[in-house]
């Protein structure tokens, strides 16, 4: 039998370089409420992401879960259904009611023409998701969000180091953000910079870890204060709990693994983007295969790899998955099933409302993607699909 290819693997930095970083951790015993590493790796966030403020988590749901309640929402959040659980969890386990807008057939994120129809006396927020790293419209969501007094967190999970040319983004919102072009000399601006706040996973499995993490990025320092305590049950001193908080801060063995990947971010995501280009020669142009648009202006982090197999195809998606699956090769149906399909949610959404939604997700497959997937195991992958 042939390796076992899983769909992802870890970076892993050098040993070495982690060990320097945990040793010291034996003589202070500080292992974690933010402590030595956690404020070195939030300090090199802020700026490898260019915000202004990143609040650490133990995880990306967390992150997601504690900046929905910092923001007091009520009612109805307009969100997508083609994304991981934790994003339609985190609304629900916040008390508050998703409510589905259908996504673009072109990159799968929430189709923002659609968002307004959605909105209700009872709606308060929109949660898109830069889906595989694609960046949402964030124009568009930026005007109808101030356009009907909503708050706006992108799940940006997928979209860690992302970078957007100035020139992508509305004259007007420019003005508001809050590093500016003038200042900072960049052309570029994070994606971590759009809406209210946005929130990253740092899961073992995603382009950037640090075992499990995440965080939120914010621009308004009030944020980054009710996170602080949030993530720490609530607690203002040693008598005060002003918040139902709850226990999401990262330790010092996390930031210690951020601090080590963080280094070699750039040439990991280099190597991906090797990868993704290897996989492109042989399967664009294919009739009925639909690969991800590159889109310009946007400085990709080359997270993902979907491809959606279509109609005019000779196999469907099922098909490739199981012939991979012979061979040891690990594709993922990501992201099926919708999660407004989901058995926990059983009765309460109807998914054939967001009908590209539902197509996409049973159509995709994500092939393996890591930086150090060897090339002729992407060659085997085309091979197969493409074989007769
Ligand atoms: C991974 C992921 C999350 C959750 O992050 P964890 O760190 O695993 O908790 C949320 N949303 C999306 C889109 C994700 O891919």
Request: aromatic residues 10%; charged residues 25%; proline residues 4%.
């Amino acid at each position: 039998m042939k390796e076992q290819i899983l769909v992802t693997r870890p970076s892993m930095p050098p040993l070495e370089d982690y060990m320097e970083l945990i040793r010291p951790l034996w003589e202070s015993a500080w292992l974690t409420n933010m402590g030595k590493l956690h404020g070195e790796f939030q300090k090199q966030l802020e700026e490898y992401l260019a915000v202004p403020e990143v609040s650490l988590m133990v995880n990306g749901h967390m992150s997601l879960e504690m900046t929905l309640q910092a923001l007091h929402l009520e009612g109805e959040v307009i969100t997508t259904p083609y994304t991981f659980a934790s994003t339609t969890h985190a609304i629900v386990r916040n008390g508050l009611t998703p409510v589905f807008c259908d996504i673009n057939s072109d990159n799968y994120t929430i189709d923002a023409t659609k968002i307004e129809d959605l909105i209700t006396e009872r709606t308060s927020a929109i949660v898109p998701v830069h889906i595989y790293g694609q960046l949402c419209d964030v124009n568009a969501i930026y005007e109808i969000a101030k356009k009907h007094n909503l708050k706006v967190v992108y799940d940006a999970c997928h979209a860690f180091g992302e970078r957007i040319d100035h020139s992508m983004i509305c004259r007007e919102m420019v003005e508001t953000l809050p590093l500016r072009k003038e200042e900072t000399g960049e052309n570029t601006i994070g994606v971590g910079n759009f809406g209210d706040a946005s929130v990253f996973s740092f899961h073992a499995t995603k382009v950037f870890h640090t075992l499990e993490g995440g965080a939120a990025t914010f621009s308004d320092h009030r944020m980054g204060e009710r996170l602080y305590r949030l993530k720490n049950f609530g607690i203002m001193s040693e008598t005060d709990v002003d918040g139902v908080g709850a226990n999401a801060k990262m330790n010092e063995f996390q930031a210690a693994m951020g601090l080590c990947n963080l280094k070699y971010i750039d040439s990991e995501i280099a190597k991906r983007k090797l990868r993704i280009d290897r996989y492109r020669e042989q399967l664009e142009h294919v009739k009925g295969l639909k690969l991800l648009p590159e889109q310009k202006g946007i400085h990709s982090n080359y997270a993902y790899f979907p491809v959606v197999f279509q109609e005019e195809f000779p196999k469907s998606r099922d098909v490739v998955h199981q012939l991979l699956r012979q061979e040891n090769i690990y594709a993922r149906k990501y992201f099926y099933p919708l999660t407004s399909a989901f058995q926990c949610y059983s009765g309460m959404f109807d998914p054939a409302k967001t009908p590209i939604a539902q197509y996409v997700s049973e159509h995709v497959l994500v092939l393996p993607l890591y930086a150090d997937l060897p090339l002729d195991v992407i060659d085997r992958v085309c091979q197969i699909i493409l074989g007769k």
